[in-house]
């Protein structure tokens, strides 16, 4: 059986050092803002009618919680990551219940063409929600995970290695990019399966969702193959202790190190504020977004932190997409 492994150097964590962080053993990491907020992520009620179809031209993309996204464009309507569960855990573990609600039901979402699912962490493929969604919606996953969902009863799998595509209409072709991660679901089965972002292009435009990555030389890459991209979304949180995470999830200051190496334009900020999955406040990561953009002298609007349910509409023009948030 094949096992993935990040193809860059990195510090990598042991199950002994995680017990010891859960278990509060050793020193503890202050937060970098001691005074920072402990809120979750906004929110707002997506109504169907808003979803109902991809527009006219260009794609609208809805931020649905954590890494979870609808993008709708070129006739077509894509989820990424969804997860509407109320955990994202095997086990409804109280620390890991969601803080932020969807912003709309499974039952309000379009006709779904196909699902990205990035890994197989219970935070990114969550199986009672693609059990609702219809057993039968086509999915494409990293490369390793298609005969394992297989067996979960899912008929319509397909896993992508780094770099291959696939077209799914006749106007819009994935891709799946490199991230630096691992991923399990049991103490028995880590790195079983890739990791990956997704590139998606079509209807004028190159979207991208960079999926779970700690920091690394896959967004240099991306951003000499495929750039420049027009959309990224891109995660800011679960990053403390960072002795621990820093392999595997970026900080705020580090994804925006990523969001100029891939060469986006504009960028929206996920993995925060939905669920509490590491130890820094839930509403830091924000806040040292901005500080990190200040720092660098970087337009504060060109990589945001949304709320849940916000939408975006990125639509082609005559040199490149012009964005515009819509709420």
């Known amino acids: 059986m094949k096992i993935f492994e990040n193809p860059w150097p990195h510090d990598v964590h ?52 954590h890494a979870s996204f609808l993008l709708q464009g070129g006739g077509v309507s894509i989820l990424i990551d969804p997860v509407f569960s109320e955990f994202c855990a095997p086990l409804p573990f109280p620390g890991l219940r969601r803080k932020t609600p969807p912003p709309c039901g499974i039952d309000d979402l379009p006709e779904i063409d196909v699902i990205l699912l990035t890994h197989g962490h219970y935070d990114h493929l969550d199986l009672p929600t693609l059990r609702k969604i219809g057993r039968e919606t086509k999915i494409i996953i990293a490369e390793g995970h298609a005969d394992w969902l297989r067996g979960k009863g899912f008929t319509n799998v397909s896993e992508l290695a780094w ?36 590139l998606i292009e079509g209807a004028g435009c190159k979207l991208w969702h960079a999926g779970d990555s700690g920091y690394c030389a896959a967004f240099s890459e991306i951003g000499a193959r495929y ?61 040292l977004l901005e ?36 709420v």
């Open 14 to 65: 042991r199950l002994a050092d995680i017990l010891r962080w859960k278990l509060r053993l050793g020193p503890q990491e202050k937060p970098e803002l001691p005074d920072a907020p402990t809120t979750a992520a906004s929110w707002r009620v997506v109504a169907r009618e808003e979803i109902a179809s991809p527009p006219d031209a260009g794609w609208r993309v809805t931020w649905l919680g």
């Open 291 to 326: 500080k990190a953009l200040r720092e660098r002298a970087l337009d504060p609007g060109i990589f945001t932190a949304p709320g849940v349910g916000d939408p975006w509409r990125v639509m082609p023009g005559e040199n490149d997409c012009r964005t515009e948030r819509l």
């Open 163 to 198: 770099h291959a595509s696939v077209e799914i209409s006749t106007d819009i072709r994935v891709t799946a990019t490199p991230a630096q991660h691992f991923t399990a679901r049991s103490l028995l089965d880590r790195n079983r399966g890739h990791w990956c972002g997704w």
């Open 227 to 287: 750039g420049p991209v027009d959309f990224g979304m891109i995660p800011i949180g679960a990053y403390q202790p960072r002795r621990i995470m820093r392999a595997m999830h970026m900080n705020p200051a580090e994804a925006v190190r990523a969001f100029l190496e891939s060469r986006c334009r504009r960028a929206v900020a996920m993995h925060w504020g939905t669920f509490q999955l590491t130890d820094e406040p839930l509403g830091e990561p924000p806040v």
